[in-house]
């Protein structure tokens, strides 16, 4: 039978398996079991019509010994402290396989923003951003787009945090989040980012096991910035999507789906229920679909006791954070289906925030080209890393990438030292 266990408790088992394996170090074991800070802040907003609402947000922040926090704001109603720490927590270990100057943080508010306008969210945000005060900042924790963020949350926040500052500071301030409009400092190649980076990973994975992408087919879960760009970026390699699920329903069309129309489906109806063509199935049906790649690209805790048995692919491609769980985990493993871990697939999101900060710190514009020809060398060179890792060692792809970013870390504090 199936105990649940916390997103927070999934992350310290891997780490500790992980930690055990390689014998990393007792002191810095200590020290990465626990995050550097987490702030909870309780905050008013005051909205057009008169009414006040207390809201709660978090930002924790896991490691800097790599350098600055950084990590994504997440509007949910399920944010809660335990989450915001997990996702934290796999930053750091996600920026250290990308061999990134940055370390992990994780923050969010509790709030269903759909049950809110947009000059209401604009408030929140801004009130959020204000209680946050120093916690943020361009060389110290920079946020990004996380589950129901986007760029014109990041410009608010960025809004914000300037107008706390003096304005001599403010023109070279604009590094305090990534993710941010084009025109205020964001990146080209950052929406798609994370997309392109999952899709990267799949190519040299199929590329790695002699695989014809244009013969595959595989079923997605979460049809947003990630799912979406994942799913536009395989249209042209030939893969076909045979069934989506997201927060409105599952659809399944086994002569493939085309992921621009399906784009354009949800941009007008918010969710993926409905799209003329797909006939609608049921939880376990999507997640029964025969196809060779599964791709989760929505919440934490997806693949779990009860859907691991039913999954009917070769391989997993963690797009989201944490799909996971250990016992979702564990039944993949008996049943022989590899899982390629978030921490190495999703990395593309904060290695372009990485360019992101570069350019806003040099006054530099670069071209989709570099960013994207950056972003494929970055990902093709921690993907080998961790394949030849787990090899060496003959251990999974999880173990293999925990392995990498530990090693790294362990380094560093051998470096440094532990003051005083
Ligand atoms: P998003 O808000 O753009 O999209 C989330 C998607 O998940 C939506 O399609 C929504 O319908 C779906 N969803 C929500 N609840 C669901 C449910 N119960 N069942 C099925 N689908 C559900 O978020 P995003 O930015 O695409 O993030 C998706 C995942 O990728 C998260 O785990 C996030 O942490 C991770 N991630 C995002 C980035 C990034 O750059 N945005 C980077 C790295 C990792």
Same mark, same amino acid.
């Given at each position: ?5 916390? &997103? ?19 002191? %810095? ?11 909870? &802040? ?36 399920? &944010? ?45 945000? /801004? ?104 799913? /536009? ?47 609608? %199935? +049921?939880?376990?049906?999507?997640? $029964? ?34 799909? +996971?769980?250990?016992?979702?985990? $564990? ?7 590899? %899982? ?48 030849? +890792?787990? /090899? ?19 380094? %560093? ?8």
């Amino acid at each position: 039978m199936s105990t649940k266990i916390s &997103v927070y408790e999934n992350v310290t088992e891997q780490f500790n398996r992980a930690a055990d394996l390689m014998h990393l170090d007792p002191d %810095v074991r200590k020290i990465l079991e626990k995050p550097v800070n987490e702030v909870t &802040v309780n905050f008013p907003v005051k909205f057009q019509d008169g009414k006040v609402e207390v809201f709660t947000g978090y930002r924790v922040q896991h490691s800097n010994v790599l350098g600055p926090f950084k990590g994504g704001l997440r509007f949910h109603p399920r &944010v809660n402290i335990d989450e915001v720490r997990a996702l934290a927590t796999w930053m750091t270990w996600k920026t250290s396989i990308a061999d990134l100057p940055l370390g992990g943080a994780k923050g969010g508010i509790q709030i269903d923003p759909s049950k809110y306008s947009q000059q209401s969210l604009e408030r929140i945000t /801004r009130r959020f951003t204000f209680a946050l005060g120093n916690t943020i900042g361009p060389d110290y924790d920079i946020p990004a787009p996380d589950v129901n963020t986007n760029p014109q949350i990041m410009a608010w926040i960025l809004d914000t945090y300037l107008s706390t500052i003096p304005p001599q500071e403010r023109q070279r301030s604009y590094h305090v989040v990534t993710g941010k409009p084009i025109e205020l400092g964001g990146s080209l190649g950052r929406d798609k980012a994370t997309g392109q980076g999952v899709v990267f990973v799949i190519q040299e994975w199929a590329r790695d096991c002699h695989i014809d992408l244009s013969e595959t087919t595989y079923t997605l879960q979460g049809y947003g910035n990630v799912g979406s760009w994942t799913a /536009r970026l395989m249209a042209p390699l030939g893969s076909r999507l045979l069934a989506v699920q997201d927060h409105t329903g599952s659809i399944a069309d086994g002569r493939g789906i085309d992921p621009e129309a399906l784009q354009q489906w949800v941009r007008e109806h918010g969710g993926v229920a409905g799209y003329p063509g797909s006939r609608p %199935v +049921t939880n376990d049906e999507f997640f $029964a679909t025969q196809a060779d790649i599964f791709i989760p690209a929505a919440l934490e805790n997806q693949i779990t006791a009860e859907t691991a048995p039913l999954l009917n692919v070769r391989t997993v491609i963690e797009a989201a954070n944490g799909p +996971t769980d250990l016992e979702g985990d $564990a039944i993949l493993k008996r049943r022989g289906i590899e %899982v390629l871990p978030d921490i190495l697939c999703n990395a593309g999101g904060v290695i372009v925030s990485y360019y992101e900060w570069l350019q806003n710190k040099r006054s530099e514009l670069w071209e989709l080209e570099e960013v994207d020809s950056k972003l494929h060398k970055r990902m093709i060179s921690a993907y080998n890393r961790v394949r030849d +890792t787990s /090899r060496e060692l003959n251990v999974d792809w999880r173990m293999g990438a925990y392995i990498v970013a530990l090693r790294r870390i362990e380094k %560093v504090y051998m470096d440094r030292g532990i003051f005083p």
